[in-house]
């Protein structure tokens, strides 16, 4: 979802990313909004997330092959 604030009203709402560089109508006063290709009101930290989430699961693997070599060594 692309949050998108009205010019006219400045109220903000959430349309669908399918709408981008279309215009929708404001929900609120029903001014014509031509929805921005980015969310101008909040800041998407999923992808940062995603990579984070990677590089932990990463770790957990590595840690899990080390404690495999340890235990055949035993
Ligand atoms: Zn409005």
């Not at 009203?9 to 349309?15: H, I, L, M, Q």
């Not at 980015?38 to 092959?65: D, Q, R, Y």
């Amino acid at each position: 979802m692309i949050y998108v604030r009205c010019d006219k009203c400045r109220k903000a709402f959430k349309v669908k990313e399918v709408l981008i560089g279309k215009d929708v109508a404001c929900p609120y006063c029903r001014q014509p909004i031509t929805v921005p290709a980015e969310s101008a009101e909040e800041f998407n930290l999923k992808p940062l997330l995603t990579k984070v989430l990677s590089l932990v699961g990463i770790m957990l693997a590595l840690t899990a092959v080390k404690a495999i070599f340890w235990f055949m060594r035993q």
